[in-house]
């Protein structure tokens, strides 16, 4: 039971409602002490004057009527008045500390040895404020007319009960005012708090759905302040997730289509093969000369396949050397030739020096061949095939330039999506996969570089490709930024 009540209590609701109160009450408490120091002091400072003034002209009126040495009761009738407006007693004493006049009638004839008359004897008038008594002393030197010498001492006791009633109403307001004070702290600071909580709690409820993999969960962005950031940062990630989420689910899907198709145009070949009997053995032969290039596309599209899973993977990182870029684009045109003579297309590579670069030559010599190759495939016949290279201080530019049909504007934005194709038809007639531009892309975003596209429909098509010239800690950086 008792635990349940700890448990209960210790909660950050209640932790946070008691340190505010504890806070604001020390806080009000040192403000009351310092006011009624400023109020005492004005106070004293006050009655100082008052006194003080009041003294030093019944001194003088003491010495010019010589009343040290004759009584004189007009001035006794004045002493009275002003003790009774003091709510006080004033005393005269001689410089011998014998009493000669007590507005209380008490001491009079008796010796006085209070220590503050004996030190205003000595020069020292002194003035002393008893706030438990409610009660002010002042003694006062009496001074000749010629002489510095004391002749007696003035002694007025007044009352300090009316300062003290006012200190005292300012610490009452004052705790009234800490009352109030904390009273609507916790009013505030419930409700901020409640609403953090309950801020908190939906959050917390989302989150919970997030992790068991619902991800149209989202966090509360109009919550606390605080909390609005981590919600909107939050809620991005999740979009970013839905968006891989989704291009995945597209590509299995297109993966299976892509696989299914030429499957599909298999298996009617083989069919009509085995429902007729055909006496032309040509007949046979075609049919099989389709099968097999069927064959050969399904094994094009899981090879592409492969590869791109492959780049996919984090693990998957480049071998790299210093290569001479040259070497591998004679490779890539020597790749080409062949079907670009079918076309009666003439390459031109254009190159001044000899450029080297940190790459993986063996994923590049693949990633340009794809391009290349297209330049080619989408070229018109004894149309052009122009490739440069050229660098800078750090970078490596490649340009690949054909005179081909071109690319819309709007399929530029697709094409290096993977099994894009502007013109499905015509792709299988090339035996595209529709992967070639995507793999390509990979490779040179992992080597740190991009590839840009240029092209109009009917003139032609131009790709360009930077990379780094060496796989600086900058470059690997970014390689393991794209592999994320
Ligand atoms: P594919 O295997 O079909 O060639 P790619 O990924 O290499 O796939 O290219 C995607 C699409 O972009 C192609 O199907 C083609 O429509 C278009 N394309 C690529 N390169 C060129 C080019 N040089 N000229 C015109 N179209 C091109």
Same mark, same amino acid.
């Given at each position: 039971?008792i635990?349940n009540?700890?448990k209960?209590?210790?909660?950050?609701?209640?932790?946070?409602s008691?340190?505010?109160?504890?806070?604001?009450?020390f806080?009000?408490?040192?403000?009351?002490?310092?006011?009624?120091?400023?109020?005492?002091?004005g106070?004293?400072e006050?009655?100082?004057? #008052?006194v003080?003034g009041?003294?030093?002209?019944?001194?003088? #009126?003491?010495?010019?009527?010589?009343?040290?040495?004759?009584?004189?009761?007009?001035?006794?009738?004045?002493?009275?008045?002003?003790?009774?407006?003091?709510? %006080?007693?004033?005393?005269?004493?001689?410089?011998?500390?014998?009493v000669?006049?007590?507005?209380?009638?008490?001491?009079?004839?008796?010796?006085?040895?209070?220590?503050?008359?004996?030190k205003?004897?000595? %020069?020292?008038n002194?003035?002393?404020f008893?706030?438990?008594?409610?009660?002010?002393?002042?003694?006062?030197?009496?001074?000749?007319?010629?002489?510095?010498?004391?002749?007696g001492?003035?002694?007025?006791?007044?009352?300090?009960?009316d300062?003290?009633?006012?200190?005292?109403?300012?610490?009452?307001?004052s705790?009234?005012?800490?009352?109030?004070i904390?009273?609507?702290?916790?009013l505030?600071?419930?409700?901020?708090?409640?609403?953090?909580?309950r801020?908190?709690?939906?959050?917390?409820?989302?989150?919970?759905?997030?992790s068991?993999?619902?991800?149209?969960?989202?966090?509360?962005?109009n919550?606390?302040?605080?909390?609005?950031?981590?919600?909107?940062?939050?809620?991005?990630?999740?979009?970013?997730?839905?968006?891989?989420?989704?291009? #995945?689910r597209e590509?299995?899907?297109d993966v299976?289509?892509?696989?299914?198709?030429?499957?599909?145009?298999?298996k009617?070949?083989a069919?009509?093969?085995?429902? #007729?009997?055909?006496?032309?053995?040509?007949?046979?032969?075609?049919?099989?000369?389709?099968?097999?290039?069927?064959i050969d596309?399904?094994?094009?599209?899981?090879?592409?396949?492969?590869?791109?899973?492959?780049?996919?993977?984090?693990a998957?990182?480049?071998?790299?050397?210093?290569?001479?870029?040259?070497?591998?684009?004679?490779?890539?045109i020597?790749?080409?030739?062949?079907l670009?003579?079918?076309?009666?297309?003439?390459?031109?590579?254009e190159?001044?020096?000899?450029?080297?670069?940190?790459?993986?030559?063996s994923?590049l010599?693949?990633?340009l061949t794809?391009?290349?190759?297209n330049?080619?495939?989408?070229?018109?016949?004894?149309?052009?095939?122009?490739?440069?290279?050229?660098s800078?201080?750090?970078?490596v530019?490649?340009?690949?330039?054909?005179?081909?049909?071109?690319?819309?504007?709007?399929?530029?934005?697709?094409?290096?999506?993977?099994?894009?194709?502007?013109?499905?038809?015509?792709?299988?007639?090339?035996g595209?996969?529709?992967?070639?531009?995507?793999i390509?892309?990979?490779?040179?975003?992992l080597?740190?570089?991009?590839?840009?596209?240029?092209?109009?429909?009917?003139?032609?098509t131009?790709?360009t490709?930077?990379?780094p010239?060496?796989?600086?800690?900058?470059?690997?950086k970014?390689i393991?930024?794209?592999?994320?």
């Amino acid at each position: 039971m008792i635990k349940n009540f700890l448990k209960r209590i210790y909660n950050l609701h209640v932790i946070i409602s008691l340190a505010m109160l504890i806070l604001v009450y020390f806080a009000c408490k040192m403000t009351t002490t310092g006011l009624t120091n400023v109020y005492r002091k004005g106070f004293e400072e006050k009655r100082q004057l #008052q006194v003080s003034g009041y003294a030093s002209r019944m001194s003088n #009126q003491l010495t010019v009527t010589d009343y040290l040495n004759s009584a004189n009761r007009t001035i006794e009738n004045e002493f009275d008045i002003v003790a009774e407006i003091y709510h %006080g007693r004033i005393i005269v004493i001689s410089s011998s500390l014998n009493v000669l006049y007590d507005t209380y009638s008490r001491a009079e004839g008796k010796t006085a040895i209070n220590p503050a008359m004996i030190k205003a004897m000595q %020069g020292e008038n002194n003035i002393d404020f008893d706030w438990k008594t409610e009660y002010g002393s002042y003694a006062y030197g009496i001074t000749g007319a010629s002489s510095n010498s004391r002749l007696g001492v003035i002694y007025i006791v007044f009352s300090i009960e009316d300062e003290a009633n006012t200190l005292r109403r300012i610490a009452r307001n004052s705790n009234i005012f800490t009352l109030l004070i904390m009273i609507i702290v916790i009013l505030i600071s419930n409700i901020l708090l409640s609403m953090l909580i309950r801020s908190s709690r939906k959050n917390k409820k989302n989150l919970e759905k997030i992790s068991s993999g619902n991800y149209d969960a989202k966090l509360d962005e109009n919550g606390i302040w605080e909390f609005r950031s981590t919600a909107y940062a939050v809620n991005e990630m999740l979009e970013k997730v839905k968006a891989t989420e989704e291009s #995945q689910r597209e590509f299995v899907s297109d993966v299976s289509h892509e696989l299914k198709t030429p499957m599909a145009s298999m298996k009617v070949l083989a069919e009509s093969l085995l429902s #007729q009997e055909y006496d032309d053995p040509a007949i046979y032969r075609e049919f099989l000369s389709d099968i097999n290039e069927t064959i050969d596309r399904e094994n094009r599209i899981i090879q592409d396949l492969l590869l791109l899973v492959k780049m996919d993977k984090k693990a998957d990182t480049l071998n790299t050397s210093l290569c001479s870029m040259n070497e591998i684009l004679e490779v890539v045109i020597k790749r080409v030739k062949p079907l670009a003579e079918e076309k009666k297309i003439t390459v031109i590579f254009e190159s001044y020096r000899e450029i080297k670069a940190e790459v993986d030559d063996s994923k590049l010599i693949m990633a340009l061949t794809n391009i290349v190759e297209n330049g080619v495939k989408y070229n018109v016949d004894n149309g052009e095939l122009r490739i440069g290279l050229n660098s800078d201080s750090g970078y490596v530019y490649i340009t690949i330039e054909d005179s081909g049909i071109g690319i819309s504007d709007e399929a530029q934005k697709h094409i290096f999506d993977r099994f894009y194709r502007v013109d499905k038809a015509r792709a299988r007639q090339t035996g595209g996969t529709g992967l070639g531009l995507a793999i390509a892309n990979d490779v040179v975003k992992l080597h740190g570089g991009e590839i840009k596209v240029f092209s109009r429909e009917g003139m032609g098509t131009s790709f360009t490709i930077r990379l780094p010239i060496s796989s600086s800690t900058e470059s690997v950086k970014i390689i393991e930024e794209v592999v994320k």
